[in-house]
T-cell receptor
Framework: NAGVMQNPRHLVRRRGQEARLRCSPMKGHSHVYWYRQLPEEGLKFMVYLQKENIIDESGMPKERFSAEFPKEGPSILRIQQVVRGDSAAYFCASSPPPEWINEQYFGPGTRLTVT | AQTVTQSQPEMSVQEAETVTLSCTYDTSESDYYLFWYKQPPSRQMILVIRQEAYKQQNATENRFSVNFQKAAKSFSLKISDSQLGDAAMYFC?????????????FGQGTILTVHP
């Protein structure tokens, strides 16, 4: 069973461009979390999704950021009009149901650099 | 809101020695989980150990063990017989229990250096 896949691993964008980060959960996992790790800091929760539903986006900046987890395909975290402060590592984690007792398995992360 | 605090930004240990990493947390919940994650230079987050709050017995995983003090809201990680491969950033994390979904709240991390 392949682990959580994230791509790209490294992404460089100029200020004002869009960044799309993809996360493919482990097989059989229907819950996805996105976390952001700013330099020298711990991971911070951004959003929690189930297939076709956003359950909690309380950690997501109100503007420019959006996330989806369609019925088919990977979960996407989209950042529009990126700014230097968006430079960070973005991690995706997935868990199988019932997710409240199961572990979260993390992907390797996408390192976003905004120039 | 729950908070997790790691007061040691950096720690070091000699190979084969024992080191303890500290973590405190704040919550009004009675049912929750606590975790230690390891993040090596590859940045991959690796679960080291997990503790359920309702269990009085401290969790152990091979060379890794915790000291869980529920009343003091303290959750330290002890690494015995330290190895060079243990060098990494270590994060303490909290998750609510019950049937609420499991978003994790992380501490700031402790960088562990292992000297040969």
């Amino acid at each position: 069973n392949a682990g959580v896949m994230q791509n790209p691993r490294h992404l460089v964008r100029r200020r004002g461009q869009e960044a799309r980060l993809r996360c493919s959960p482990m097989k059989g996992h229907s819950h996805v979390y996105w976390y952001r790790q700013l330099p020298e800091e711990g991971l911070k929760f951004m959003v929690y999704l189930q297939k076709e539903n956003i359950i909690d986006e309380s950690g997501m900046p109100k503007e420019r950021f959006s996330a989806e987890f369609p019925k088919e395909g990977p979960s996407i975290l989209r950042i529009q009009q990126v700014v230097r402060g968006d430079s960070a590592a973005y991690f995706c984690a997935s868990s199988p149901p019932p997710e409240w007792i199961n572990e979260q398995y993390f992907g390797p992360g996408t390192r976003l650099t905004v120039t | 809101a729950q908070t997790v605090t790691q007061s040691q930004p950096e720690m070091s240990v000699q190979e084969a020695e024992t080191v303890t990493l500290s973590c405190t947390y704040d919550t009004s919940e009675s049912d929750y989980y606590l975790f230690w994650y390891k993040q090596p230079p590859s940045r991959q987050m690796i679960l080291v150990i997990r503790q359920e709050a309702y269990k009085q017995q401290n969790a152990t995983e091979n060379r890794f063990s915790v000291n869980f003090q529920k009343a003091a809201k303290s959750f330290s990680l002890k690494i015995s017989d330290s190895q060079l491969g243990d060098a990494a950033m270590y994060f303490c994390a909290y998750r609510r229990g019950g049937t609420s979904y499991g978003k994790l709240t992380f501490g700031q991390g402790t960088i562990l250096t292992v000297h040969p």
